[in-house]
């Protein structure tokens, strides 16, 4: 059973930092997808930043150069670094994993809140 379980989630300062980890079990996690989603209230979720079994990156016009996705597959961890943070980084945070075959599974989410 796939399980992603996050972390680091907390309130800070505008401009501060904060640093989110997500720990995977129940699966290949060297050969997954992985990446860091989040919803703030009453918007839709959307991708913050992915990252290849390959290690390759992408993410969001809005955290591109704040923000960095990396991974870990002898921890099986994911981690996003976030600095610089703003206001409107303010939201639930949310793993993702995505194996070979395409079937994704989510975190259960860990409240980021920048205070101005």
């Known amino acids: 059973q796939v399980q992603l379980v996050e972390s680091g989630g907390g309130l800070v300062q505008a401009g501060g930092s904060l640093r989110l980890s997500c720990a995977a079990s129940?699966?290949?996690?060297?050969?997954?997808?992985m990446g860091w989603y989040r919803q703030a209230p009453g918007k839709q979720r959307v991708v913050v930043a992915i990252?290849?079994?390959?290690?390759?990156?992408n993410y969001g016009d809005s955290v591109k150069g704040r923000f960095a996705i990396s991974r870990d597959n002898a921890k099986n961890t994911v981690n996003l670094q976030m600095n610089s943070l703003k206001p409107e980084d303010t939201a639930v945070y949310y793993c993702?994993?995505?194996?070979?075959w395409g079937r994704g599974y989510w975190g259960q989410g860990t409240q980021v809140t920048v205070a101005s």
């Open positions: 993702y994993q995505e194996n070979p």
């Open positions: 129940g699966s290949a996690f060297s050969a997954n997808l």
């Open positions: 990252i290849s079994s390959g290690g390759s990156t």
